[in-house]
């Protein structure tokens, strides 16, 4: 689209063509809507892309986002997508040294070996037996909240006697979730693995008065009403891709290279402008959809920014010419990487390692977990790579806050990088630099992303993946009846950033899309 086109008018206007936009997208078109979807980079997708990151190696990583659950079936039928997620059958495994010796808890792989896991490591049946009630709780809300998300917002009170479970509620929405681990588990490595779903992308403590950890737990443990998370086929860009081709299957008009720089709105029209390579240009709407950061949002239609997001993850994506072997006797790694592998992630080492970076160290044993895609998905291997034995691993470290990064990126970013991975070799009969591919160039296949690069790369405020802190799934103070509302009549939040938003589910998209077609 030239910007020297004279302005048409649309019944949408999308800005970003991130997952979320282009869910909108699909079911703005397919509902006879007339759509242009306007995104700034050359590609459609936002964080949910694959790139081939190394140079002259055909692997097509999940470069940014890399883990399914919160995509409700519902959005891939009602859109007809072509995109299939694989279970994992190992859900986790946790190396720990005990008693002088290696070892480590692996979950999955069937109940009984699962239950003669957690007695190996413990000593007992007590750990499993509570591990099975705690996540049978879990499960139970799930199959309740998870059908929800993408119905208008629940009244607090109703989503709580849809809950119909006092104990799960007070669990999960009333009291930090900490409380519960304790009270729950005695072990301080199962204690940790739990902990983990509450801090995902979340810079809290287990006992935060804020209560950001248990909404953190909760989107990670609801989705697909189970709280499994899948391994998408074909890597993470697959589903984007499919979107895409969805949107404008259905009429939707993609536009690339097309940076929405102000939204003009009269409650009723307006108007879009935005810069490409060539110029400016104006589109004129009904509605605009905004799949961006609320602060993006802000600084579109001129309003006042909301609080400051600060994201705190490390994100390092590696290609290896071979797993490497464990110390652990006991631990095949084609089964310890293929679900979470947890690094430094015990109870305790979670709480140090909150402590040192709130107060503006880097954890001297920084807390990570990493996964095999190519163990579970080979396709995203190309030429005879998977043959020849070689596999992906993406890590995703917690407890590194932005702020940390300040005062050089690229050199905190490193001393990360090299402590990280020292975590990971502690756990390893060979170090994990010898398994390393290497590319057309000779330099090893690793790359690390910092808050400040998403930030940078993807316009993340703070590098935050949810663009803000996670909201509760229910109605609140100017939440509007689909949560994506804003004080515009006719703009939409329809990215991360929206109320049930966060994480790869096209909820905020889907939502933003009915709360349009409700009014015409």
């Keep these: 689209m030239s910007a020297n086109e004279t302005p048409r008018a649309y019944d949408a206007v999308i800005v970003g063509a991130g997952h979320n936009g282009l869910v909108a997208a699909a079911y703005l078109a397919r509902a006879g809507r007339s759509v242009l979807v306007l995104e700034r980079l050359d590609h459609t997708g936002g964080a949910a892309v694959s790139t081939r990151p190394f140079a002259g190696i055909d692997a097509r990583l999940s470069r940014y986002s890399y883990l399914v659950s919160l995509l409700p079936e519902k959005i891939v039928r009602d859109l007809g997508l072509d995109f299939r997620v694989r279970t994992r059958t190992i859900s986790s495994y946790t190396p720990v040294e005990r008693a002088g010796r290696p070892t480590g808890l692996l979950v999955g792989g069937g109940e009984q070996r699962t239950r003669e896991a957690f007695a190996r490591l413990t000593g007992s049946d007590r750990e499993y037996e509570a591990w099975q009630r705690f996540y049978?709780?879990?499960?139970?809300?799930?199959?309740?909240?998870?059908?929800?998300?993408?119905?208008?917002?629940?009244?607090?009170?109703?989503?709580?006697?849809?809950?119909?479970?006092?104990?799960?509620?007070?669990?999960?929405?009333?009291?930090?979730?900490?409380?519960?681990?304790?009270?729950?588990?005695?072990?301080?490595?199962?204690?940790?693995?739990?902990?983990?779903?509450?801090?995902?992308?979340?810079?809290?403590?287990?006992?935060?008065?804020?209560?950001?950890?248990?909404?953190?737990?909760?989107?990670?443990?609801?989705?697909?009403?189970?709280?499994?998370?899948?391994?998408?086929?074909?890597?993470?860009?697959?589903?984007?891709?499919?979107?895409?081709?969805?949107?404008?299957?259905?009429?939707?008009?993609?536009?690339?290279?097309?940076?929405?720089?102000?939204?003009?709105?009269?409650?009723?029209?307006?108007?879009?402008?935005?810069?490409?390579?060539?110029?400016?240009?104006?589109?004129?709407?009904?509605?605009?959809?905004?799949?961006?950061?609320?602060?993006?949002?802000?600084?579109?239609?001129?309003?006042?920014?909301?609080?400051?997001?600060?994201?705190?993850?490390?994100?390092?994506?590696?290609?290896?010419?071979?797993?490497?072997?464990?110390?652990?006797?006991?631990?095949?790694?084609?089964?310890?990487?293929?679900?979470?592998?947890?690094?430094?992630?015990?109870?305790?080492?979670?709480?140090?390692a909150h402590a040192q970076a709130a107060a503006g160290e880097l954890p001297t044993a920084p807390p990570s977990e990493i996964y095999c895609h190519s163990l579970t998905d080979p396709t995203i291997l190309g030429g005879d790579l998977a043959d020849r034995g070689y596999h992906t691993l993406t890590l995703f470290g917690l407890h590194t806050p932005a702020r940390l990064f300040d005062r050089d990126n690229d050199a905190v970013r490193e001393e990360l990088l090299k402590s990280t991975l020292a975590q990971l070799d502690a756990h390893l009969a060979e170090p994990l630099a010898d398994c390393l591919a290497t590319d057309a160039d000779g330099r090893p296949c690793i790359e690390a992303k910092t808050p400040l690069d998403l930030e940078r790369d993807l316009r993340l405020p703070g590098g935050n993946i949810f663009h803000r802190a996670l909201s509760w799934p229910y109605a609140q103070e100017d939440s509007g009846r689909w949560g994506v509302e804003t004080r515009h009549a006719n703009v939409l939040l329809c990215g991360a950033g929206a109320v049930r938003g966060g994480g790869v589910s096209g909820v905020p998209g889907h939502n933003a899309a009915m709360a349009v077609l409700e009014r015409n």
Excluded at 174 to 190: I, K, M, N, Q, S
Excluded at 207 to 222: E, G, K
Excluded at 238 to 245: F, G, I, K, V
Excluded at 308 to 316: C, F, I, M
């Design 136 to 352: 049978g709780m879990t499960g139970r809300v799930a199959q309740r909240v998870f059908p929800t998300l993408t119905e208008p917002l629940p009244t607090r009170d109703a989503l709580r006697r849809r809950i119909d479970d006092e104990t799960a509620w007070r669990t999960l929405f009333e009291e930090p979730v900490g409380v519960a681990v304790e009270e729950t588990f005695a072990d301080d490595l199962v204690r940790g693995v739990v902990l983990t779903d509450a801090l995902i992308g979340t810079f809290a403590d287990a006992h935060d008065p804020s209560l950001a950890q248990n909404r953190c737990f909760l989107y990670h443990v609801i989705g697909g009403g189970t709280g499994a998370w899948d391994v998408p086929v074909g890597g993470m860009g697959a589903l984007t891709d499919a979107l895409a081709a969805a949107a404008r299957t259905a009429g939707a008009r993609i536009a690339t290279g097309h940076e929405a720089i102000r939204i003009d709105t009269d409650g009723h029209t307006a108007e879009v402008a935005y810069r490409t390579a060539d110029g400016e240009g104006v589109a004129a709407a009904r509605h605009v959809l905004v799949n961006a950061s609320p602060h993006e949002l802000a600084a579109l239609t001129g309003d006042a920014a909301p609080e400051p997001a600060e994201g705190a993850q490390l994100k390092v994506n590696m290609l290896l010419e071979r797993l490497p072997r464990l110390r652990d006797p006991d631990a095949d790694p084609r089964e310890a990487f293929a679900g979470t592998f947890h690094i430094a992630e015990g109870y305790a080492q979670l709480a140090t």
